[in-house]
């Protein structure tokens, strides 16, 4: 059983491009989660979402940020017209719909966006 | 909001040594979910130790396990016999009663010395 896939691993835009990161959920895994982690810092937690739904996004910037499902292929984290602050390491974590409510999160390798 | 602290930026042991990591947190919920993710230079977030808040019994994984005081909100972890492949990032992450996202500590940079 494949483990959560994201590709690129490494990512490299000029300011004012648009970035789109992608992650692969293991099988079987309907829950998507995305992080973001900042040199010297821990995760923090950008959006939760299920297929075709974006469940939680509290923690995404309210502007140039977005995240999808869809219901077939693989969850998008878009970012437009990218930033130097946006540069960091973008994880993505799946979960299965019910393991017995502990709802373990699994996570993939990150992509590492660099903003030139 | 929860709030997890971190308060060991770094730490460094011999190797067979003991260490214990330290973890506080802040919530209001009663049922909730603590972890404990190692980060190696890979970047890669292993899942190292996981405990239930409304389970009593500290949990334990092989050469760790974890001291849960729900009432102190602490929790922290215990490395036995340490190697030198447990040199990581460890962090503590808190998970409320729902499939949430994880609330993740600053992190403690963990070195085991030859």
């Known amino acids: 059983n494949a483990g959560v896939m994201q590709n690129p691993r490494h990512l490299v835009r000029r300011r004012g491009q648009e970035a789109r990161l992608r992650c692969s959920p293991m099988?079987?895994?309907?829950?998507v989660y995305w992080y973001r982690q900042l040199p010297e810092e821990g995760l923090k937690f950008m959006v939760y979402l299920q297929k075709e739904n974006i469940i939680d996004e509290s923690g995404m910037p309210k502007e140039r940020f977005s995240a999808e499902f869809p219901k077939e292929g693989p969850s998008i984290l878009r970012i437009q017209q990218v930033v130097r602050g946006d540069s960091a390491a973008y994880f993505c974590?799946?979960?299965?719909?019910?393991?017995?409510?502990?709802?373990?999160?699994?996570f993939g390798p990150g992509t590492r966006l660099t903003v030139t | 909001a929860q709030t997890v602290t971190q308060s060991q930026p770094e730490m460094s042991v011999q190797e067979a040594e003991t260490v214990t990591l330290s973890c506080t947190y802040d919530?209001?919920?009663?049922?909730?979910?603590l972890f404990w993710y190692k980060q190696p230079p890979s970047r890669q977030m292993i899942l190292v130790i996981r405990?239930?808040?409304?389970?009593?019994q500290n949990a334990t994984e092989n050469r760790f396990s974890v001291n849960f005081q729900k009432a102190a909100k602490s929790f922290s972890l215990k490395i036995s016999d340490s190697q030198l492949g447990d040199t990581a990032m460890y962090f503590c992450a808190f998970r409320g009663g729902g499939a949430d996202g994880l609330t993740f500590g600053k992190g403690t940079h963990l070195i085991i010395q030859p």
């Open positions: 405990q239930e808040a409304y389970k009593q």
């Open positions: 099988k079987g895994h309907s829950h």
């Open positions: 919530t209001s919920e009663s049922n909730y979910y």
């Open positions: 974590a799946s979960s299965p719909p019910d393991s017995g409510s502990s709802y373990e999160q699994y």
